[in-house]
């Protein structure tokens, strides 16, 4: 595997979450949980959400997907319980440490691609393509055609991920292509839901967790080590200050002002839970159906 010389900044912050998972958390997950009623939102709780989201996932593919593509498997862990379940699980994501904790992770119970999912060709049809809070990082169109590519006759598409609302701007919190604009395209592309179901309720409460953080860590660490250098490198302090004003008053804006919370997510995200099949390949009798879960407490 050739070296990364540059590791860019998306990928830092998931490779220090997935520290902050090890050794917090004992877990190796990174994805959103999914929060019912009986678990509450406590941080020392999201690995058992995080679980419940996959077999949410699991439990809405359907059992005669034999071969499965994994697209952004991250640290494998949605993989290695297909895997379990009998599937062969090929994965595609770009080079990086998270991939290679995946490797570790599924050995030979995968087959691992190292490259962005609107390049990859394969050497095999698949039953079904997952796509687990990784379709946001596609292009629409170049994704819908790949898949199309990749798709047995029958097959299917399951994407579970957040997408903006429709017509509202200014979100703090960043990702996602536009619910209805995405609807669109893949109706226009020939794949139509068969289940979408909205699990907002149920992944907004991470966003808690993840504002109680900022708010307690994030936030305090942050600032001792501005006034730090302020007293140790004054001048130099000044320097960067000035030349990177915007850069500086954007992070504090986006990870330090309190509005990256599960409200600000509801209000501008839906995380849908979306099974798509082509519709040249569906029979008359198999309408769509749209359902919403049962809310959760945050």
């Known amino acids: 595997m050739a070296s990364r ?18 050794y917090l958390l004992d877990s190796e997950e990174l994805h959103y949980g999914y929060f019912t009623p009986d678990i509450p939102v406590k941080l020392a709780n999201l690995p058992q959400a995080q679980k419940q989201h996959t ?11 034999q071969t499965v593509l994994d697209v952004g498997c991250g640290t494998g862990g949605l993989a290695l319980r297909m895997a379990q379940r009998g599937c062969q699980v090929d994965c595609v994501a770009p080079d990086s440490t998270l991939l290679d904790c995946a490797q570790a992770r599924l050995g030979d119970r995968a087959r691992i691609f190292r490259e962005r999912f609107e390049h990859f060709q394969g050497d095999r049809k698949y039953d079904a393509v997952v796509f687990s809070e990784s379709f946001q990082y596609v292009p629409v169109d170049l994704a819908l055609a790949n898949i199309d590519r990749l798709l047995k006759p029958g097959g299917c598409l399951l994407i579970c991920d957040f997408f903006k609302r429709q017509g509202k701007q200014g979100s703090p919190i960043g990702g996602g292509h536009k619910i209805h604009t995405f609807l669109e395209a893949a109706k226009q592309a020939g794949f139509e839901a068969s289940t979408d179901l909205d699990i907002t309720a149920q992944t907004a409460p991470t966003m808690t967790l993840v504002a109680e953080f900022l708010d307690k860590v994030g936030a305090p660490f942050w600032r001792m080590g501005v006034d730090y250098c302020t007293v140790a490198w004054p001048k130099s302090t000044r320097l ?29 995200k839906t995380y849908r839970l979306m099974l798509f099949e082509r519709t040249a390949d569906r029979k008359p009798a198999e309408a769509g159906t749209t359902k919403t879960a049962e809310p959760a407490t945050a």
Do not use: M
């Open 55 to 65: 077999d949410l996932i699991l439990s809405h593919l359907p059992q005669s997907a």
């Open 5 to 22: 010389s540059v590791v860019p900044s998306r990928d830092l912050g998931l490779e220090w979450g997935l520290l902050f998972a090890r």
């Open 240 to 268: 960067v200050k000035w030349w990177f004003k915007q850069r500086l008053a954007k992070l504090d804006e986006k990870y330090f002002s309190g509005r990256r919370n599960a409200a600000t997510f509801t209000e501008f």
